[in-house]
């Protein structure tokens, strides 16, 4: 993209910005909840230098267990606000909203540009060999879609997909107990509902943005050697890739954080401050009325 | 109350309503999701005579992990569907929901009467013996708002409660994972993070709908000669008291069921049927836009 051809869509106008004014704005990050906040951290630590601005639609979590319809329209909705503060990126860092309503997204956004985390995850898995075998661990609306099975399909027609849907591990990880036994037993019943010869795949992908804190217990399971692909590091790489693409990195000494959700900062502060990395407080949360 | 005295509120308009054209009515059931049906379960049992009407706010559900104010406006707009269709009693079949909405359902119905889950469990419970130990099992909103502990406090000052946050029970429960080995080592988790002297109560409440399915594996767990109180019989139990003393049981020779939700047709049926106690298909469920 040209510099001045950016369009920047802020407080209801559109008004032509080049890139001098663009490069500043923050990054915004967009999840139905505290997940991606998983994202969020990867990409603090991928660009350090960008402001970045995150929202989880905490009151109408979780996308995944609702239809298409409404992930969508949920999903306008709550970026809408991101846009109206004046960002010069949309990441969408919910597999769920990814897989239904990018295209809806990018529509709302134009000209900004919107990345997912299902894009950048297969790119990452398909990296493995041309051919190779992928097991998708999602949430239920993911796999329904298939997301990643076209995904992959698109980049390696060869390649194998398997996708499974594993809520229980959505609330392992905000229950925080993403070690020990119950952790590794959750994950082997999961593992043992394929067929003993889709349990050793070359690639296992973590189709949820909670996925990433069992990781660990993941690699526990699988067989070595599996690769694991995180869609958080893969996220944050494929932002870093389009910022240096578009001419829109940071020139900040540090970036800065601004959190808003949608209903729970208490909530979100505690169970989200696991997801981060970092402890935060209840005060830390803009909530906004969408 | 007595005959006549009914007002009845129907497509908006306030219609003075006898007893004689009450009674045919359905019971309307309410709930944010599909643990409500583990008390239509057990209400078809208690009244087999009565049309059951039973509304899954599915589009916002977790309730629990909600505010009280969006708590309270969503059970509210979903509840005037049902009044709309016209019944005869509101059961609120949510422990979040009763915790918090209770007052507001019962001044927007009134002078229809309203039922939640919370009251008949601690009215159960207390009936162990005076100034027994309870522990109640729970979502962290219920938890939050001490609702069981005020309930009992008012039904037994002598009595003895702890309250316990147990999200994954959640999970558990609509993976279907309700017996075996994950479902007791989460339980005994859950029991571990009490201190010792709290691990063997009285009674064990069931404040969560979705929890009278985990009923066997926590019997399992728990010493033996605990009772455990199930909100979803006990609350089938009041509304049928209720009735009698209404004059309102129907004189049907068998009652009917209409299913509403709020979103996901097909997972409301594939996830409902296990709570429910027999098989739904998406067709049986009419989605409502509220």
């Not at 409404?70 to 969408?92: D, E, F, M, N, P």
């Not at 990814?98 to 997912?116: F, H, T």
């Not at 980049?155 to 107990?177: N, Q």
Request: aromatic fraction near 4%.
């Amino acid at each position: 993209m040209a510099e001045g051809g950016l369009f920047h869509s802020c407080h209801g106008y559109n008004a032509r910005m080049n890139a001098t004014q663009t490069r500043p704005l923050p990054i915004g990050v967009f999840d139905s909840g505290v997940g991606g906040l998983t994202v969020l951290k990867a990409l603090r630590e991928a660009l350090p230098a960008e402001d970045l601005m995150y929202l989880g639609d905490t009151a109408r979590l979780p996308y995944g267990t609702k239809s298409p319809a409404s992930i969508s329209r949920y999903a306008c909705q709550a970026t809408r606000h991101l846009q109206q503060q004046g960002i010069k990126l949309l990441v969408v860092a919910c597999n769920t909203a990814s897989a239904v309503a990018l295209d809806a997204l990018r529509e709302q956004m134009a000209p900004l540009p919107v990345i997912g985390v299902v894009e950048p995850g297969a790119t990452a898995a398909v990296g493995t060999r041309p051919g190779a075998s992928h097991l998708v661990l999602a949430t239920e609306a993911t796999v329904r879609l298939g997301a990643y099975r076209h995904a992959i399909a698109a980049r390696d027609p060869g390649a194998t997909v398997r996708e499974l849907a594993c809520e229980m591990l959505v609330s392992l990880a905000e229950e925080g107990w993403t070690t020990g036994d119950i952790a590794t037993a959750v994950i082997r019943r999961y593992l043992g509902l394929l067929p003993e010869e889709a349990r050793a795949p070359d690639s296992i992908i973590l189709g949820c943005t909670h996925f990433p804190l069992l990781r660990d217990a993941i690699a526990e399971v699988v067989a070595p050697g599996t690769m694991i692909v995180d869609s958080a590091s893969t996220t944050a790489q494929a932002a870093s890739t389009m910022l240096d693409d578009l001419g829109l990195r940071s020139d900040k000494p540090a970036g800065g954080l601004r959190l808003f959700a949608t209903d729970g900062a208490s909530r979100f502060a505690r169970v989200g401050g696991r997801f981060l990395g970092e402890s935060l407080d209840a005060s830390d949360i803009t909530l906004v009325d969408l």
